[in-house]
């Protein structure tokens, strides 16, 4: 059984949560895991940007960060999996949402997903990654029923 808590470090209120979660629940059903405990923080932009600083050496805000602990193969075999944190700029949502011409509620499912396929192991640091990883974060968001129009 998968355990996840949404965690708003913000004084802003998300009336989203709820869809978020079962959006996260859907992803997690998509790629069959059913053992996985992790959380996503929404954080304010100076925070985002200490941890973008301290942990990535870039001293600028960006909109998602994530810390996954299972790095490689140097993880303890557990009959659960402990995942990580996936930080996101709550600000930041807020400003892609207008910019990108829709919902709020679609990049925050967007910004979660894509956390959530880097702690599983995914990356786009190269070109053929960066397409495997794009396409199944866009099937999933579609397959839930969040299109880029939402």
Do not use: P, W
Request: hydrophobic share 40%.
């Amino acid at each position: 059984m998968n355990s996840f808590e949404i965690i708003n470090e913000t004084n802003e209120e998300i009336k989203e949560i709820d869809e978020l979660k079962k959006f996260m629940d859907f992803a997690l059903k998509h790629e069959n895991i059913d053992n996985a405990i992790f959380n996503i923080i929404f954080v304010s932009e100076e925070e985002i940007q200490a941890l973008n600083k301290n942990y990535r050496g870039k001293d600028s805000v960006t909109d998602v960060i994530s810390f996954a602990l299972e790095d490689g193969e140097k993880f303890v075999e557990m009959d659960f999996r402990v995942l990580g944190d996936i930080y996101i700029c709550l600000k930041r949502a807020h400003d892609q949402s207008i910019e990108y011409g829709h919902s709020f509620l679609r990049e925050i499912c967007f910004l979660s997903i894509h956390g959530l396929l880097h702690l599983l192991g995914y990356d786009h640091m190269n070109k053929e990654d960066e397409k495997k990883m794009f396409s199944l974060q866009e099937l999933i968001l579609d397959e839930y029923g969040i299109k880029r129009e939402n």
